[in-house]
């Protein structure tokens, strides 16, 4: 194996992908002589995966229902969002379905957002990257001080002295897994009530929360009345279906009604409708919770024994991932690049990621097993290095 | 069999669906007690379906490969859009894939249509519903006493007089199946050069033929350098894959560049993208190359057999499907509930087209087999029909 033509072309694909990470598909076509033992760039719940391929095959494959699945249409808009409804617990009418979330994030922002965008660095890219020409950008940075969190007061006055058209907040924050409490996050939309887009992305929040029960937060129930708050949610994440371009969105009955007036009639594909009918099945959801939870307990012993590596500072995070910063002159490249291509770990290299100052690499929780695989690899590594420092 | 409650869920559920008709899907859900035997609403080549079906049993399903497929991220856009450059043999840059030819109609007809938009009648209802408040849509009737038929010389003038931001051509044409020849289509593009843009929707193009070879045909190659001209192209008819919600435009690299700058990254699945992948393999598009003529030539004998039912007036079509006008007091309504209901045919009730003036249907073609219940259907309810009128 030449290592050094497998680092060439890593770093000419990650330069290729822009301000995302290449999939793990790319590197495996692009870069076949690599192995890849753990994907903890890719921001999932590995058991939530498993039980909903697990549905597939039995409901699916093992049935042949899937061939009539991709030869038809799916059903419009408003079917599948009916099925969200349900699970959400909510009145028809609030749910947009989306062609993953970035759908309805493109159209929430190139449709509503006018004048100011405010968004909160460091953060998913696209939140940035899809304001168009004649938008205006507003970064609020979270301070490296503080550990990132979010110091709401601070921000509040902010946007009152600032006067944004559109706020938007993930709730927990990607990269660093920064969460707002439903408290706070309440507060906040009452005292903004002027704003005339608050977007808050809860993609994340299945990972969050706030008691020992691990008990599900989302700010939904709380916004039906707000018409001035979109809710939008990707479903890759919790239930680890990238490939379906799952997501939704929960926002007024107006805008609904606007966006669907004139186009999204068809957006989901045959296997996203399936995914969207088992989300409002109940013994489906039973068997989420399970695995939900496991998943939690898995990621809090993780991120707790890497804690203790040294060289490196971990983040406190509610999400499924952390944000680590690598200290003592070890740098980031350097550091995801020994973790791919000596221990076959993929971990998203940061040093794109605008907002972050210093070395940082964010890593995801995986299984069990994974997880030892990171936190061995991580160890050598930043041992290794250590030495030529 | 309760046949009136039947036919009034079914009149219930078209009425729901608006300007478009229930899928195959939603009328099994519903009214499950109907029977249906033939889908000659759903205008797509079986064989193809057959085909592609084929290789995904082998390549995705027998594999398990499937699993990786929906749980990773799909590539972005302009990696998917290099599989159909491929195809088509065009330099990169000038493919824009869609999720569904519809989104990028919706993008096109939101992003660049402004002011007056001239839309063909009777069309693809989208064409028009998908345009702003904003815009003003005008349409341009065919005209039933030419049979439907575009004459060419009178379209350009009407263009000319009216001049509209934005026009529509789809080629052949939904719902009559008239073709514009080639020739024609050069002939209007160089003509219209001046109307900022022209789309021209070649959904059905892989139907049409313009010699005994029925070698295939399409205006991508000529309009390579006209920055005005969009084609958008469905792949659900042609390769029978609704499900997958597969289309792409392709248009100049100022547009494909402007879309793509703020949105459109990751707006395909991972079922999508291996059927693009496919859809640049030789040996897939030989055999795909078989099922299209095979389809041409059977559908071919089925509209000169349609031809003889009485009571009917089958139009010409150069697509895969016919627009059946009603004779002799028959009405719509009634000749495709009764289809449906009594004989599990399911047709496409014109009722709700705009620009039809008269009773019509609109009947696709299927396997040899499937044509063959059509014929005896028809032309057991339009005789049977006759003696009470």
């Known amino acids: 194996m030449n290592k050094i033509s497998i680092v060439d072309k890593y770093v000419e694909l990650k330069r290729k992908s822009g301000s995302h990470s290449p999939s793990i598909n790319s590197i495996k076509e692009r870069i076949p002589e690599l192995k ?7 921001l999932s719940n590995p058991y939530a ?36 409804e349900k699970q959400l617990g909510i ?52 301070d490296k ?3 990132f969190k979010l110091d709401i007061t601070d921000y509040i006055s902010k946007v009152n002295q600032i006067r944004p058209n559109t706020i938007v907040l993930i709730n927990p924050n990607n990269p660093d897994g920064g969460y707002i409490s439903q408290y706070d996050l309440k507060r906040l939309i009452n005292e903004l009530s002027w704003v005339e887009n608050i977007i808050i992305d809860e993609s994340f929040i299945h990972f969050a929360y706030e008691d020992n029960d691990l008990t599900m937060k989302s700010i939904v129930k709380g916004i039906i009345n707000k018409d001035n708050v979109v809710i939008v949610k990707s479903m890759s994440k919790d239930f680890g279906i990238a490939g379906l371009r799952c997501g939704y969105a929960v926002m007024s009955k107006n805008r609904v009604d ?20 088992l989300y409002s099945r109940e013994d489906f959801l039973e ?22 590596i040294k060289n490196i500072k971990v983040y406190s995070s509610l999400a499924n991932f952390v944000l680590i910063e690598l200290l003592n002159g070890l740098n980031a490249d350097e550091v995801s ?24 690499i964010r890593v995801a929780a995986r299984t069990d097993h994974e997880n030892e695989l990171i936190l061995r690899a ?9 030495k030529f420092h």
Chains 1, 2 share one sequence.
């Open 49 to 84: 995966t498993e039980l909903f391929l697990d549905y597939f095959k039995r409901e699916m494959i093992d049935t042949d229902e899937i061939y009539s699945v991709l030869e038809f249409y799916p059903s419009q808009n408003r079917i599948i969002a009916s099925y969200v």
């Open 145 to 147: 001080k503080n550990d």
């Open 378 to 386: 991580l160890d050598g590594v930043t041992s290794f290095t250590e």
């Open 258 to 277: 606007d966006l669907l007036a004139n186009g999204f009639l068809w957006n989901s594909n045959g296997i996203a409708e399936y995914f969207f009918q």
């Open 36 to 42: 890849i033992n753990v994907d903890a760039c890719f």
């Open 287 to 308: 068997k989420y919770e399970y695995a939900r939870k496991k998943y939690i307990n898995e990621s809090k012993l993780f991120f707790k024994k890497l804690k203790k």
């Open 337 to 360: 690049t020994q973790l791919l291509c000596d221990y076959g770990i993929y971990v998203r290299n940061c040093n794109d990621k605008i907002g972050l100052d210093g070395e940082f």
């Open 91 to 142: 009145e028809p009418g609030f749910v947009f379905i989306s062609n993953g979330a970035i759908e309805v994030i493109q159209a929430v922002i190139h449709r509503y957002a006018k004048g100011k965008i405010m968004v909160i660095l460091p953060t998913f890219s696209s939140y940035y990257e899809y304001a168009t020409k004649e938008m205006e950008v507003v970064f609020y940075y979270l």
